[in-house]
């Protein structure tokens, strides 16, 4: 079964513009991550926050978790072009033996 | 320098052939996966081996199997194609058993007609 759900499945914002998307999770996890994957290209890893973790951030990018609610928000600031993609999360349980288990990820469309 | 590799990028094939598809690391990393995504871009777990031993076999077609001649390897042999086959395939590795970031291949699209 699918342990993660996304939302929106899709986002279309101009360039400057913030984007957020929701990732939710149905088990315990072991930390939360999320990747992108351009057009025909594969998965680039972009943040880990661990479950002890309530927020993180790299460069542009801003993720929350909430273990309680089993939720997790990946914020881009500042969109550029180049961040036109798909976004997945993906949970790892303790006992996964380093399994990800992927949401249906969320299509951003930046435009210039 | 690519950090993982696959082999063919793509593959359009008859059904009921057999095919494979190769992975290869030079990260140095132990843990080697193969993912699968479907037509609607959703991705799971088919294998993982740790150290040339197979450590995740989720509920996979035996038509499917995987083979790492050693760790820097993962090859994946597919029997009897079915066009339900058709998907873009991921290798992924990661640095130890249980490590958590995951680092992708490019993968292999695969078109079965």
């Known amino acids: 079964s699918q342990q993660g759900e996304e939302d929106p499945q899709a986002l279309s914002i101009q360039e400057g513009e913030n984007a957020t998307m929701n990732c939710s999770y149905k088990?315990?996890?072991?930390?939360l991550q999320w990747y992108r994957q351009n057009s025909g290209r594969g998965l680039v890893h972009l943040i880990l926050?661990?479950?002890?973790?309530r927020e993180k951030h790299s460069g542009r990018l801003r993720v929350t978790l909430d273990t309680s609610k089993k939720s997790s928000s990946l914020l881009i600031t500042a969109s550029r072009a180049a961040d036109t993609a798909s976004y997945f999360c993906?949970?790892?349980?303790?006992?996964?033996?380093?399994?990800?288990?992927f949401g249906a990820g969320t299509q951003v469309v930046v435009t210039p | 320098d690519t950090a993982v590799s696959q082999t063919p990028k793509y593959l359009v094939t008859q059904m009921g052939n057999d095919k494979s598809i190769k992975c290869e690391q030079n990260?140095?990393?132990?843990?080697m996966y193969w993912y699968k995504q479907d037509s609607k871009k959703f991705l799971k777990i088919m294998f993982s081996?740790?150290?040339?031993?197979?450590?995740i076999n989720e509920t996979v077609p035996n038509r499917f199997s995987p083979k790492s001649p050693d760790k820097a390897h993962l090859n994946l042999h597919i029997n009897s194609l079915e066009l339900g086959d058709s998907a873009v395939y991921f290798c992924?590795?990661?640095?130890?058993?249980?490590?958590?970031?995951?680092?992708f291949g490019p993968g292999t699209r695969l078109l079965v007609l």
């Open positions: 992924a590795s990661s640095a130890g058993f249980g490590q958590e970031t995951q680092y």
């Open positions: 088990t315990s996890i072991n930390n």
């Open positions: 926050i661990r479950s002890n973790e």
């Open positions: 993906a949970s790892q349980r303790p006992d996964s033996w380093g399994k990800l288990q």
């Open positions: 990260l140095g990393h132990d843990t």
């Open positions: 081996y740790n150290n040339k031993e197979l450590i």
